[in-house]
């Protein structure tokens, strides 16, 4: 379980994320959606204990600052980094060791084999692709078994293979009850598997929805998505750069 409570992120004067909360359960996959610039990424930074922030936010009841949400916590970033000089099979042992998996040499070959890394076991990191790293990226996350994730962007850049095995991953996962964040902003990419629905604008939630609930309903969230988006699109820009 994630709960986020008054998350609230300035870079100097600047609010990117402002008083948000939200809880996400296990085995639900919420959507954080929203154009380019509405805080997304700022927010999940923060759920990750990337950076400073007001509010609280927990991982599985754990402060998300604590060694024990770490542990429990996987983060797959909008921009890859992996390691230049290791291996991609380095980079499981790095992950392995540092959290002190034990037997997770066969999960890592699963990981590798679905996301299509095999043949490129024994390649450095500078020598993969864009793609390729950003599946180093979520091979790196979900090697610890989290109980939660958080995927930033995850589709962009993915080949399409790779997208249907990271959307076969994202079932199998919310089925072992793991709690799952993504955030993206194309609405149809996620449209098959939300369980809730953020829409975020200015560094704001502007609208929660359950899944069950739009089903009932039968609202119709694009409309509901650029109705928010396009109004007051563009304001406070005057921002002081920070962090
Ligand atoms: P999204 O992921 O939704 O595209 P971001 O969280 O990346 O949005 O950015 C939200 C806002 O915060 C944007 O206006 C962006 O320019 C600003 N921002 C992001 N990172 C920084 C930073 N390090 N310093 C200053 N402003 C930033």
Redesign the pocket.
């Known amino acids: 379980m994630i709960n986020v409570s008054h998350l609230t ?1 300035k ?2 004067r ?1 609010t ?2 402002n008083n948000m909360s939200f809880i996400v359960e296990n085995g639900e996959i919420a959507v ?1 959606a ?12 923060c759920i990750a204990g990337l ?1 400073r922030f007001e509010g609280e936010i927990e991982i599985c009841g754990f402060n998300n600052k604590s060694i024990e949400a770490k542990r429990l916590l996987g983060y797959v970033p ?1 921009i890859p980094a992996p390691f230049e000089l290791l291996t991609v099979w380095e980079h499981m042992e790095f992950i392995a060791r540092a959290y002190k998996l034990e037997n997770w040499q066969e999960r890592a070959e699963m990981l590798i084999r679905r996301m299509e890394l095999a043949d490129k076991k024994n390649k450095m990191g500078k020598e993969l692709s864009k793609g390729m790293q950003q599946k180093i990226s979520i091979c790196c996350a979900l090697l610890i078994e989290p109980a939660a994730v958080l995927f ?2 995850p589709f962009v850049g993915l080949d399409p293979h790779a997208i249907k095995e990271l959307k076969a991953m994202l079932s199998e996962l919310r089925g072992k009850g793991t709690t799952i964040i993504i ?1 993206t ?1 194309m609405l149809d990419s996620v449209e098959e598997f939300w369980d809730k629905l953020l829409i ?1 604008m200015n ?1 704001r939630i502007e609208a929660e929805r359950e899944r069950k609930a739009v089903e009932k309903s039968g609202e119709n969230l694009e409309e509901l998505f650029f109705m928010i988006t396009e109004k007051n699109n563009g304001s ?2 005057e ?5």
């Open positions: 992120k870079y100097g600047f990117a994320n954080l929203g154009p380019n610039g509405a805080g997304k990424s700022t927010a999940i930074k950076l909008e930033d962007e955030s902003h975020m560094g406070a820009e921002k002081d750069k920070g962090e």
